[in-house]
């Protein structure tokens, strides 16, 4: 088959397309013949030698397909050779084929182009599953940082469509329409005063719920930005690791901080959170209550180009290699 390997660690230019082994279904597994991969931000992370693949893990980058089920391991029940599918991986996707366990396959949502539905469960996954961690409630106050991004695109507007009040940060006038054109009620430059922003537009009380992309950075302002109960999950680091959490505002709002990461999470857990978002969030995709964000496709030969629109900062929604 052809996929991306890397020569080395570093910039776009060590990714190269290459003949490597077809992978074999294992027991539990399946083969995705791969019409799509997503790209994200954690695959520029690892392609420059800061994410390595948890232990098993195909060297190979990429953390999301869509495709069609092209073999099946013993033991898998419920898959037919051809059938549509997307898959939440812990490496490989990035090539023709992928091996992957089969509880982290899932039926694309209902009324998804196949090809846009490989930008879809990496976020669906990683959002749902925080927010279900906050017990995120209809009627409470949501903040998510980096609203046009993968994970921002996707968390306005299921979080809107949970019921909560939304609001999110971006970086350019344009950003900031999007968010509101996704289901924000406002949203604030990140230049700027956006706590501020946020206190003023909550009559000083600050959200229930903050989804943070950017770590150490933020950390003291998102807790002067939680109401009293509030729930601060941290999701990306963008903004460093350590940072220096002032405990005496933390224990005085009631506060809870809390951070994960998908990608190392243990199979059940991975196929736990995969069946929750078939059976939740994909309805809400049929149903026209969320839609996918305005993807940006490459052709999988072009993955340097990609990899540099993501990193330029340029890019809105999700980015998806193509392979024909
Ligand atoms: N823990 C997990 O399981 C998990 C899963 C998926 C993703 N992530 C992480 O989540 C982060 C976002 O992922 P993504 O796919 O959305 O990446 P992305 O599409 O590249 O988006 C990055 C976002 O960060 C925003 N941003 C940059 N600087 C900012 C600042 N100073 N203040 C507020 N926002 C800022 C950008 O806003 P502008 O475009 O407006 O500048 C953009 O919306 C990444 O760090 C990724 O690794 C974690």
Redesign the pocket.
Known sequence: MRAIVTDGFGGPEVLQLAEVPDPVAGPGEVVIAVLASGV???DL?QRQGH?PPPDGASDIIG?EVAGHIHSIGSGVEGWQVGEPCVALLAGGGYAELVAVPAGQVVRPPEGVDLVTAAGVI??A??VAS?LTRVSLAPGETFLV?????????FAIQYAAALGARVFA????AD?LALCRDLGAEAAFD??DD?LGALLGATAARGADVILD???A??LDSNIDALADDGRLV??????GRKGTLDLSKLLAKRGLVT?????GRPLEQKAAICVEVQRTVWPMFSAGRIKPAWETRFPAGSVRAAHEH?AS???????VLTWS
């Open positions: 994200n931000r954690a992370l994410y953390l990496e976020v996954a990683t925080n940082h980096g609203g046009t991004g993968g994970i921002g695109t940060t971006a970086g350019t950003k990140y230049h956006w992309v950017m770590g950075a933020y941290v999701i990306g680091l963008q903004g951070a994960t990461s998908l990608r993501l900062g340029d890019a809105v929604g999700k980015l």
